[in-house]
């Protein structure tokens, strides 16, 4: 089994950034996709970006392009998810998801998530 542990949301203003992280642990034996995810109320779930420990590829949601970047955190299997110049609109639950196989991307089945951790751009 893989746990995985977010840590980083809050509450900011427009422009305002955030750094969230994510952590898994337990039965990894390879490389693998790890990603955040998004949801409001009333909304679908939909993937913010995405990077596989591999090789370090990263794939983006073209709506944060630009102001998001995922990137290799301190552990093997850590990811940081820094959003810059935030919007009402980035107001959501961010779930941090993960599979373990030669696929990533945020279009492919994801088997482990976290919790979720709230982050809430308001003026």
């Known amino acids: 089994q893989v746990q995985l542990e977010e840590s980083g949301g809050g509450s900011v203003r427009p422009g305002g950034s955030l750094t969230l992280s994510c952590a898994a642990s337990?039965?990894?034996?390879?490389?693998?996709?790890l990603a955040w995810f998004r949801q409001t109320p009333g909304k679908e779930r939909e993937g913010v970006a995405a990077?596989?420990?591999?090789?370090?590829?990263?794939y983006y949601a073209e709506a944060v392009k630009g102001r998001f970047t995922i990137s290799q955190g301190n552990g093997a299997n850590t990811i940081d998810l820094r959003m810059d110049s935030l919007k009402p609109e980035d107001t959501a639950i961010y779930y941090c998801?993960?599979?373990?196989?030669?696929?990533?991307?945020?279009?492919?089945?994801?088997?482990?998530w976290g919790q979720g951790t709230q982050v809430t751009v308001s003026s």
């Open positions: 998801a993960a599979v373990f196989n030669y696929l990533c991307g945020l279009d492919i089945d994801f088997g482990y």
């Open positions: 990077l596989y420990t591999g090789t370090g590829a990263t």
């Open positions: 337990g039965a990894i034996y390879s490389g693998g996709c």
